[in-house]
């Protein structure tokens, strides 16, 4: 018959096998504890929109390295290196007045025109750190937050150059349409002292109205309305003139028309004089005595007188007063009338036409 074990007892001394099982799993136990230990110290995640940056904090090689490190699981030896995370993602920094945004103590910005007006804004500025020079901008400032660098480093460089740019404008123009053009010298500043630091500038702003003194915003508007009336009263009066030049065009263009009208007029009667003188020319010329008779004839009835001293008045008149010219010459000219044109006939009075050379008047009865 078999003896069952007896039970453990502590005050039982342990056999060597039992104690070299137990030392090994001790052992083993601590080196996994510190494999775990020394694993998650010497491993870190770089976020997305971060960049790491590896110290070397021993050897030969210690100091920032230049190659950044990309976002995701980095490894490194805690006891030697040491990594730094920066963001590389747009940061918006706003220096207000108002203690609600921003920083609750007054970070506006105060300049001055080249009068010596002073001109509080508040501002805006929008920038990023280039990753492959995130190692130099930690190797210069030995600061990893940020925000610490925005409001104290970069806030003097805009600080500065909007200084200097309003130094060189009035204040009616900082004031007025100038005030692009601030921003956009002094953003062009900004970025010529920070880009070698790895800052990439993307936007600035002012983030109100400027803020200037009472008198001189007074002083302000009254120069822009004076302007505006000036302007006002330029437009009248070229208005006034321009209707004046339209009158007077207007006036010259009705003396014009009634010029060219008196001379038509003046052309369309002596057009129509010229012809009637030709029309009168000609018939004179084609009265023979022969065409004489000829129409007394025409327009006799065929009664003699009563009384009468024996002669027939209509048949024996006297032709030689009426035409002395040669019959040559007299046909020559009513020739070259007949076949003469008038340059231009007036169309209300068209000449008369000749008469035909009449043929000789019969006998009388």
Same mark, same amino acid.
């Given at each position: 018959? &078999? &003896? ?6 502590? %005050? ?6 039992? @104690?070299?099982?137990?030392?090994? %799993? ?13 694993? !998650?110290? %010497? ?9 790491? =940056? ?22 490194? +030896?805690?006891?030697?290196? *040491? ?5 590389? !993602? ?9 203690? #609600? ?8 910005? &105060?300049?001055?025109? /080249?009068?010596?007006?002073?001109? +509080? ?6 920038? #990023? ?21 925005? #409001? ?10 909007? /200084? ?14 100038? @005030? &692009? ?7 062009? @500043?900004?970025?010529?002292?920070? !880009? ?11 983030? !109100? ?11 302000? +508007? ?57 029309? /009168?020319? =000609?018939?004179?010329?084609? *009265? ?19 009384? /009468? %001293? ?14 002395? *010219? ?40």
């Amino acid at each position: 018959m &078999t &003896t069952p074990p007896r039970p453990y007892s502590p %005050s039982q001394p342990l056999s060597p096998g039992a @104690k070299s099982f137990l030392r090994s %799993s001790l052992v083993t136990l601590a080196v996994l504890v510190m494999a775990c230990v020394v694993g !998650s110290a %010497s491993c870190t995640r770089v976020d997305p929109g971060h960049v790491g =940056i590896r110290v070397k904090l021993a050897g030969s090689a210690r100091g920032v390295q230049d190659a950044p490190i990309v976002s995701g699981w980095v490894f490194y +030896n805690p006891i030697t290196e *040491m990594v730094v995370e920066f963001p590389t !993602s747009v940061q918006n920094i706003v220096w207000t007045k108002d203690a #609600h945004e921003g920083s609750p103590n007054d970070e506006s910005i &105060t300049f001055a025109s /080249n009068e010596g007006v002073t001109v +509080n804004a508040d501002v805006g500025l929008a920038f #990023h750190i280039e990753a492959t020079k995130a190692p130099r901008l930690y190797a210069r400032f030995r600061q990893r937050d940020v925000s610490v660098l925005a #409001h104290g480093y970069i806030r003097n460089v805009v600080r500065e150059a909007i /200084n200097e740019t309003a130094a060189e404008m009035p204040v009616q123009q900082i004031y007025g349409v100038g @005030k &692009t053009r601030l921003l956009n010298e002094s953003q062009r @500043k900004v970025v010529e002292r920070l !880009s070698a630091d790895g800052f990439v500038i993307d936007q600035l702003t002012f983030n !109100s109205a400027l803020r200037l003194p009472e008198n001189v915003v007074g002083a302000i +508007n009254r120069a822009m309305e004076a302007t505006q009336n000036a302007i006002q009263a330029e437009n009248r009066v070229r208005q006034i003139r321009a209707e004046a030049d339209q009158q007077i065009a207007a006036a010259r263009g009705q003396a014009e028309a009634a010029r060219q009208r008196a001379g038509g007029e003046a052309d369309a009667l002596l057009i129509r004089a010229r012809a009637e003188a030709q029309a /009168n020319e =000609i018939i004179r010329l084609s *009265m023979t005595p022969q065409v004489i008779q000829y129409r007394s004839l025409e327009r006799w009835d065929g009664h003699l007188p009563v009384v /009468n %001293s024996g002669q027939i008045p209509m048949l024996t008149m006297d032709t030689a007063q009426i035409l002395s *010219m040669p019959e040559a010459e007299r046909r020559a000219r009513l020739t070259e009338l007949l076949r003469a044109q008038p340059a231009a006939r007036a169309p209300e009075a068209p000449a008369p036409a000749a008469p035909p050379e009449a043929p000789a008047a019969p006998a009388a009865p």
